[in-house]
T-cell receptor
Framework: DARVTQTPRDKVTEMGQEVTMRCQPI?????VFWYRQTMMQGLELLAY????????DSGMPKDRFSAEMPDATLATLKIQPSEPRDSAVYFC?????????FGPGTRLTVL | GQNIDQPTEMTATEGAIVQINCTYQ??????LFWYQQHAGEAPTFLSY????GLEEKGRFSSFLSRSKGYSYLLLKELQMKDSASYLC?????????FGAGTTVTVRA
């Protein structure tokens, strides 16, 4: 049963700390997305990759966020330094065609 | 952006029909997705419309009018498990712009 996996599922950290979230896309999917979901803003696209190359990261605060795909089986999203306003659920999704498959999300709380 | 607009909440009775409307601005529009999201879970794909007309899939149907920038999701024979948020999303290439979601509550 192919699915997107994300780690950690929950993360509580203090303001100023570095946070790294990881995603394993579905094998064979060549497009990977990072989204953030909050009650106020809903689901927002942060960045996406196709064939491991970053195509669009315009939704991401550049000064503190970075997204990479070191290889086809791993995508990472880093926040450094983290701030309380970064508290949200971060979803990774992957796609081979039009349909995006979402991972279970990482619930981040920055105190 | 595609400025997706959909109602915030809807309530319906078990066994009834509910229609969730979605309007969007068509800049760079390719197609229209509907996703279902239960509380505390990830969004799951329901439908994708790229051509005008109605796509039926079991109890769920989705309609698109490209000229009007309008779509709806029709949920028939509502069940308690259909209580969830329904997200409308416009696509531009692979990029999705999501609406805020419509929370549907199904009552017995």
């Amino acid at each position: 049963d192919a699915r997107v996996t994300q780690t950690p599922r929950d993360k509580v950290t203090e303001m100023g700390q570095e946070v790294t979230m990881r995603c394993q896309p579905i094998l064979g999917h060549n497009t990977v997305f990072w989204y953030r979901q909050t009650m106020m803003q809903g689901l927002e696209l942060l960045a996406y990759f196709r064939n491991r190359a970053p195509l669009d990261d315009s939704g991401m605060p550049k000064d503190r966020f970075s997204a990479e795909m070191p290889d086809a089986t791993l995508a990472t999203l880093k926040i450094q330094p983290s701030e309380p306003r970064d508290s949200a659920v971060y979803f990774c999704a992957s796609a081979a065609g039009n349909e995006q498959f979402f991972g279970p999300g990482t619930r981040l709380t920055v105190l | 952006g595609q400025n997706i607009d959909q109602p915030t909440e809807m309530t319906a009775t078990e066994g009834a029909i509910v229609q969730i409307n979605c309007t969007y601005q068509t800049s760079g529009f390719n197609g229209l997705f509907w996703y279902q999201q239960h509380a505390g879970e990830a969004p799951t794909f329901l439908s994708y419309n790229v051509l005008d007309g109605l796509e039926e899939k079991g109890r769920f149907s989705s309609f698109l009018s490209r000229s009007k920038g309008y779509s709806y999701l029709l949920l028939k024979e509502l069940q308690m498990k259909d209580s969830a948020s329904y997200l409308c999303a416009g696509s531009n290439d692979y990029k999705l712009s999501f609406g805020a979601g419509t929370t549907v509550t199904v009552r017995a």
